[in-house]
């Protein structure tokens, strides 16, 4: 089976189709009816989350924060 889903991004207003597989499906049904896809807008990221059937259930605007660097303590 193979379908798609409409994405709709609250933040930049982008409206996108995603394919859904077989294997994202299967994904679903096995890890408590829900899968994930992280899309980058650029400045965000869109995570979306899909059950078995195709449809959209909950989306999560994540911002692109500057990535820290470890801290090496020398004793
Ligand atoms: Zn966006």
Redesign the pocket.
């Known amino acids: 089976m193979r379908d798609c889903a409409y994405i709709y991004?609250r933040?930049?207003k982008?409206k996108e189709w995603i394919l859904i597989t077989q294997d994202d499906i299967n994904y679903a049904k096995s890890n408590g009816g829900l899968f994930k896809r992280i899309m980058d807008?650029g400045d965000?990221f869109?995570a979306v989350y899909i059950d078995g059937n195709g449809h959209l259930r909950r989306s999560l605007?994540l911002t692109k924060e500057p990535v820290i660097q470890p801290v090496v303590c020398l004793t």
């Open positions: 991004c933040k930049c982008r807008h965000h869109l605007i």
